[in-house]
């Protein structure tokens, strides 16, 4: 199994974020998690095109963008040229889920849709073939640094069966991913219940001092080990 860790740069130093992203990639991490908040789908104010165009030259690694705004579809193509590579949304903010998934992948970025802990996984069953991801929210969307809500795991199993049964019809990979309260000490628990790639804001950008160069490095490092073991 690969895995793959996702440093949310919502934890980052937004003073120093092009420093930021290029450090957390050198010391490990697969994806940037980017995440995208309007204040009217959740209670917070975040980043939107204009941040993701400026940090695309600070990385080759896939931007991961995350949204939490509604509606959804106006801003598709604006993060499509800002240099997004996956583009994730709630299935409550959209009107027409499969429209927007076609408009995700039509704008050449890979598509997914992200769960709250008290939404269906029905959401998905229609729509597998336009799926490239699947995100489970495991804390309430809209603040960074919250913990993990156990009844996800259960939920990451029910899940992976879903994938689990696609895959083997169709041949088409779908990724896992789990988002909120991802640490060293439960990450292992998480991949077991299914999950292949795991976002981590405040475990990774609220790791080591400052002044520590390897801290990136070694909260990434004990990620993976935790997953090896
Ligand atoms: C929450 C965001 C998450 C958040 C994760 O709405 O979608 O990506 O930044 O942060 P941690 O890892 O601190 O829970
Ligand atoms: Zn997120």
Known sequence: MTFRIAPSILSANFAKLGEEVANVIASGADWIHFDVMDNHYVPNLTIGPLVCEAIRPCTTAPIDVHL??????????????????IITFHPEASEHI??????IRDSGCQAGLVFNPATPLMWMDHVMDKLDVVLLMSVNPGFGGQS????????????????????????RRILLEVDGGVKADNIAEIARAGAD????????????????????????GKLRDALAA
Do not use: W
Request: aromatic share 8%; charged share 30%.
């Open 68 to 85: 939490m705004v509604k509606p959804v579809d106006r801003i598709v193509p604006d993060f499509a040229k800002a240099g997004a590579n």
């Open 98 to 103: 499969d429209r927007t998934l076609g408009l």
């Open 148 to 171: 993990f809500i156990p009844g996800t795991l259960d939920k990451l199993r029910e899940a992976r069966a879903k994938i689990d049964a696609y895959e083997q019809k169709s041949g």
């Open 197 to 220: 790639t795991f976002v981590a804001g405040s475990a990774v950008f609220g790791a080591g001092k400052d002044s520590d160069p390897q801290r990136y490095n070694s909260v990434i």
